[in-house]
């Protein structure tokens, strides 16, 4: 692959959230992005873990409060097979505990839904940007 098209390759993402409603408000703004591939949504821990193991992306859009396992144990999951992945954290619940919860699992980016939506989908931008 020559480095041109490595600059322009594309980002795969995969969300992770419960709620339909919030999985097709992301892959509404998310599609605008040029850079970021949606590569999938689940609505459960374990069908996003498989997932990640099956699309391989390079960033993981998690809630925390979800049916199976939930997103603190999922996030950990991720991590521990696959560091390398960006996950972020959008959630309902910003509380402090939660917070530093996930920061303990390993998440790159934390964001309240009712307040940092706009800021997340402006993070992915940015870093598929880079």
Request: proline share 4%; with cysteine.
């Amino acid at each position: 692959m020559s480095m041109e098209n490595l600059n322009t390759s594309r980002k795969r993402l995969l969300i992770v959230d419960d709620s339909l409603e919030i999985r097709k408000g992301l892959i509404r703004f998310i599609s605008e992005i040029p850079t970021v591939n949606i590569v999938g949504e689940a609505g459960d821990a374990e069908t996003a873990l498989t997932l990640v193991e099956e699309l391989k992306p390079d960033y993981v859009t998690l809630d925390i409060k979800m049916p199976g396992e939930g997103g603190i144990i999922t996030l950990t999951e991720i991590k521990k097979r696959h560091p390398q992945i960006i996950v972020m954290m959008l959630t309902n619940f910003p509380f402090d505990h939660y917070r530093k919860a996930c920061k303990n699992a390993g998440a790159d980016y934390f964001f309240d839904k009712s307040h940092e939506f706009e800021e997340m989908v402006n993070t992915i931008k940015n870093l598929s940007d880079n």
